[in-house]
């Protein structure tokens, strides 16, 4: 019995190490490079599909935080940017001209932005606009200008970059020059290193409720069918004969 009960004891131990929510909501390319990501950095992850197409990528929750410094560090979850469709959308059916304009801009902007993101080793890109309105009545017009901001992967040199990334502001934004775009590039911080632990069986392996259930239950059955099978075998006197035999000798 003192066997069952350790067996009874590792199921309850193995029930409390199920697997926790990093993110939810999430595409299924996203949550694909997420747990690849973390598999690579020797944690445990799993991809969990949700309802209407979207995914949740979830972790055991001994190593929940250092798995959140990891996406982190490597810009997961992705930012999601708009586009000219859902920017320019209309809730009503007059919108002012200080509206379009501001959805013009803000538009022009997540494009670029989306675009720099793209680049390899990009994490993180914004991008502002300074787009002066113009005066009807002054035939000079005023120069616009734009902030790019960038954040990219540790080790990783974006300088010999700059000018492109320059020129993919001054080709996409009409009105801005070349030397009013400023383009400020920030290293992420290094992946944290993976924690050395031991191999054992509450750490290889993400335990959820349903296959926690399906092994107690198993278990049960398990050990029932056994105490029934003892019980049998007492009752009819079915006990091997060194047994008995044992237990009638008094030098025992």
Known sequence: MKRYAGIFILLLTLSGC?????YSQLSEREANEMVAMLLNAGLSAEKVTLDKGAFAVTTSSRFFSQAIGVLHANGYPREQF????????????????????????YALSQEIANTIASIDGVLMARVHLAVPERDPLDDSAKPSSASVFIKHRHGLDLLDSVSQIKALVVNGVEGVPYDNVTVALFAAEPVPAPRDRPA?????????????????????????????WWWRRHKRGGLPAPVREQARDPRV
């Open 82 to 105: 708009e586009n000219l469709g859902d920017v320019f959308k209309k809730e009503g059916f007059v919108s002012s001209p200080l509206e379009e304009r501001a959805r013009l801009v």
């Open 18 to 22: 199920g697997g926790q929510t990093l």
């Open 200 to 228: 054992t069986v509450a750490q290889s392996a993400v335990i959820t409720t349903p296959q926690f259930a399906a092994g107690f239950v198993g278990g049960t059955a398990l050990l029932g069918g056994g105490g029934v």
